[in-house]
């Protein structure tokens, strides 16, 4: 199955479906839910291809530029402490953590999430109706619930309280609903999740490859339950995962990136991107030297390194993984070196050599992959023991022997995490999880759910006087007066 192939099977649906009533969410009106009919629930949702071509249409979403195309990292990278901005004021609120509530960018990351929100409930909402295969019938509306989960909890990790839409309204504005509460957010989740794993099929084959699968749902579960501290919970489940048998860790760091290698056996999720029809900006974008970067098709240096930050300043630079992440000199294509301004360090993960344009990088970015799984699990599990087990050293240690690139099965002594507190195992593995998942749309999660954000970024000269979550958009304050301006964040 060619990526083209997989890009056309999520495309088209889409696109039929889109031309039946016009798709988009207007800026001005934030939460009126899409009528996925897009035409009524009598004359559209009938058949088991209907359904199929609904739940596509849900998996589109992540491909827009205001999502994993490109601006979901801009709201995720941007204001953690690993990354900083050669770009105008726009960008640099974001870094400086100082900006308002009418900034542009956390409208359209605000605007995405609810889309998708919208089309995974008119899939909830209208597949059960359609005479189909039970199976399949059971596993697409699973699919729509993990997609609604992984945007509510994105919402609550970035918003806070938000408003919760749970089903498509034919003909009337949702654009009223009130905040919901945080722990009502998380119930949601959790019961989605949970719904989820259960309908999901453990492996895809075929046209399905790159759709989600129970280990995907386990995995978000085992997360959500990490950010809510329900430490045995979080363990249990991502010990699901790992004894699944169904993922591994590669042996190389690089193998995981690797445009021949997509859908690999570290992969639980990602988003399939072909390059044409659709791509994304991370490789041009975390590149610098212009056409002559071997690893994009023009290095424009938005996403840089901060100098100051953990990555450059403590990284060890023996290490194998690191050394693929960041970089301040590459072999240009001319064959001359491309030494980076020392300013503005390079990204190197996302290494797409035969991108066609800045905005067309085929590389699937991850959300998530097996080192989460064992990280999620050596973390919970020794706040659950009070002290790391054998097992919890274990599963860190994997993640650390391959980043050096040895055998991720095989203890080394020179490398192992042993006696250690429980304070000192749980710094080294959120040190292990920003090291492993840079520029994977992680790090500013974990800062938040450690109480870190702030001071971790403030650490490194940043001014971060704006509160601890994005504001809600000023468009959705002015159209929704269940919230209104009094319902704002603090800090805005």
Same mark, same amino acid.
């Given at each position: ?6 890009? @056309? ?6 696109? #039929? !479906? %889109?031309?039946?009533?016009? /798709? $988009?969410? =207007? ?19 009938? @058949? ?6 609904? #739940? !596509? %249409?849900?998996?589109?979403? /992540? $491909?827009? =530029? ?427």
């Amino acid at each position: 199955m060619t990526m083209k192939k997989i890009q @056309t099977c999520f495309r088209l649906p889409f696109l #039929v !479906l %889109g031309l039946l009533s016009g /798709f $988009l969410v =207007s800026c001005h009106d934030q939460l009126k839910e899409e009528v996925f009919s897009f035409v009524g629930a009598t004359n559209y949702w009938k @058949t088991e291809a209907d359904a199929t071509a609904g #739940v !596509l %249409g849900a998996y589109e979403s /992540f $491909l827009s =530029s205001d999502y994993f195309g490109r601006f979901y990292f801009e709201l995720t990278e941007m204001p953690a402490d690993f990354t900083t901005i050669n770009r105008n004021d726009t960008y640099q609120q974001l870094d400086r953590w100082d900006l308002l509530a009418n900034h542009p960018f956390i409208l359209q990351c605000w605007n995405i999430m609810y889309q998708q929100i919208s089309r995974a409930n008119g899939v909830i909402q209208n597949v059960p109706n359609i005479t189909m295969d039970a199976t399949k019938q059971k596993s697409i509306i699973a699919e729509a619930k993990f997609i609604r989960a992984f945007d509510f909890f994105n919402i609550v990790r970035l918003w806070g309280a938000a408003p919760m839409p749970l089903k498509v309204v034919e003909g009337v504005s949702t654009n009223q609903l009130p905040r919901s509460s945080v722990d009502s957010l998380y119930l949601q989740i959790e019961k989605d999740l949970k719904e989820a794993e259960v309908d999901l099929p453990v492996t895809r084959t075929g046209a399905e490859v790159g759709r989600v699968t129970s280990g995907a749902a386990k995995t978000l579960l085992a997360w959500v339950y990490l950010t809510q501290k329900k430490w045995t919970l979080a363990s249990a489940k991502a010990q699901e995962v790992i004894a699944s048998n169904q993922y591994r860790l590669l042996p190389k760091f690089d193998d995981v990136f690797s445009v021949s290698n997509k859908n690999n056996a570290e992969t639980i999720f990602s988003i399939q991107f072909d390059g044409t029809t659709r791509g994304h900006a991370l490789s041009s974008y975390s590149n610098f030297g212009g056409t002559n970067n071997p690893y994009c098709f023009q290095g424009v240096n938005v996403y840089s390194v901060d100098p100051k930050s953990d990555i450059w300043t403590k990284w060890d630079v023996n290490e194998y993984r690191r050394n693929y992440t960041v970089y301040s000199s590459v072999r240009g294509k001319n064959g001359n070196t491309i030494t980076v301004d020392a300013n503005f360090p390079s990204f190197g993960k996302y290494r797409c050599p035969a991108e066609i344009g800045i905005n067309n990088s085929f590389i699937n970015p991850p959300v998530l992959r097996y080192p989460d799984a064992l990280l999620i699990f050596a973390e919970a599990e020794a706040q659950a023991k009070g002290s790391p087990t054998a097992a919890a050293y274990d599963a860190i240690n994997q993640v650390r022997r391959r980043a050096y690139n040895l055998p991720s099965n095989t203890p080394d002594a020179t490398v192992d995490l042993k006696n250690l507190s429980l304070q000192e195992f749980t710094d080294a593995v959120i040190q292990e999880r920003g090291y492993e998942f840079v520029m994977e749309c992680h790090r500013i999660y974990d800062l938040l759910r450690t109480g870190t954000f702030k001071t971790k970024i403030q650490a490194i000269g940043k001014s971060a006087p704006r509160g601890n979550l994005y504001p809600i958009p000023q468009s959705e304050l002015d159209a929704n007066t269940r919230i209104g301006i009094n319902g704002q964040n603090p800090g805005y």
